[in-house]
């Protein structure tokens, strides 16, 4: 009878455990925007209709609940991209902040207006995380500035 009743802890212990280590947070998502400033971005025309270049943008990011993960910290990315005929392509890197300082790192690729940011790395409470997720960029005047909107999918360690 001990024994049976020494199984039934077992099982009952494990399932709790299980379900603790499960609900932890491990895995997530979370949406921000972002507003962006362009410069010093170089435009080299290749041929009719087509170009490359590249830019450095700064901007201040916010998540969209109002609080969280990347809420009220800066980002910096670097891109390189090419415009043939109207069709584009970009790729870089960004290194995004929050208010208490820690990093978060990504690199992106995408055409001139979507893509997909992939976690390459991060500081702090960012450490070890993987993911990927969605980005949409606007144009909001002739003066360089746009905004754009993220979501990231995360796994921490």
Same mark, same amino acid.
């Given at each position: 009878?001990?024994?049976?009743?020494? $199984?039934? $802890?077992?099982?009952?212990?494990?399932? #709790?455990?299980?379900?603790?280590?499960?609900a %932890?947070?491990?895995?997530?998502?979370? %949406?921000?925007?972002?507003?962006?400033?362009?410069? &010093?971005?170089?435009?080299? &025309?290749?041929?009719?209709?087509?170009?490359?270049?590249?830019?450095?943008?700064?901007?201040?990011?916010?998540? %969209?609940?109002?609080?969280?993960?990347?809420?009220?910290?800066?980002?910096?990315? #670097?891109?390189? #991209?090419?415009?043939?005929?109207?069709?584009?392509?970009n790729?870089?890197?960004?290194?995004?902040? @929050?208010?208490?300082? @820690?990093?978060?790192?990504?690199? #992106?690729v995408?055409?001139?207006?979507?893509?997909v940011?992939?976690?390459?790395?991060?500081t702090?409470?960012?450490?070890?995380?993987?993911?990927?997720? &969605?980005?949409?960029?606007? %144009?909001?005047?002739?003066?360089?500035?746009n905004?754009?909107?993220?979501?990231?999918?995360?796994?921490? &360690?």
């Open positions: 009878m001990i024994k049976i009743s020494n $199984i039934i $802890i077992t099982f009952v212990a494990s399932f #709790f455990i299980m379900n603790a280590a499960l %932890d947070g491990h895995k997530g998502s979370f %949406d921000f925007h972002t507003g962006w400033a362009a410069g &010093p971005v170089t435009v080299i &025309p290749v041929g009719e209709g087509h170009i490359m270049g590249t830019g450095v943008y700064k901007g201040a990011t916010f998540n %969209d609940s109002g609080s969280g993960y990347l809420h009220n910290g800066e980002a910096q990315c #670097f891109a390189a #991209f090419e415009v043939n005929n109207g069709v584009g392509e790729k870089g890197w960004c290194a995004w902040g @929050d208010a208490d300082g @820690d990093r978060l790192y990504t690199s #992106f995408g055409d001139t207006q979507k893509g940011n992939t976690i390459i790395g991060g702090g409470k960012y450490a070890g995380w993987t993911g990927s997720g &969605p980005w949409a960029c606007y %144009d909001l005047g002739a003066n360089g500035s905004r754009c909107n993220q979501s990231l999918n995360y796994t921490k &360690p």
